[in-house]
């Protein structure tokens, strides 16, 4: 991976948590065939390209942690209906 292309999709997604997972995941979509977002010059690896469609904005996640109102992780709370 190229240090400025990191630096420039760390601007955008500040967690390095999350970074690294959408980097991850798109780069898994890349070697199974889906198409980049952005023009990439040939030879260029698949997680420079996703680092480079997450720095042009192509990129974007949405979280879902407290959604319910709650202050867990959608999915993890036990109602109370299971404790019974």
């Known amino acids: 991976m190229k240090a400025d292309l990191v630096k420039a999709a760390s ?7 999350i970074l690294v997972n959408m980097i ?3 780069v898994r979509q890349l070697c199974l ?10 030879g260029l690896l698949a997680a420079d390209i996703a680092l480079t469609e997450i720095a042009n ?3 974007t996640y949405e979280s879902t ?5 709650s202050a867990e992780p959608a999915g993890c709370a ?4 299971y404790r019974k």
């Open 24 to 26: 991850s995941r798109r």
């Open 33 to 42: 065939g889906h198409r980049p977002l952005v023009e990439y010059a040939p």
């Open 78 to 81: 036990v109602s109370d209906d």
């Open 57 to 59: 904005g192509k990129l």
């Open 65 to 69: 942690f407290g959604q319910n109102g």
């Open 11 to 17: 601007e955008v997604i500040p967690n390095q948590q």
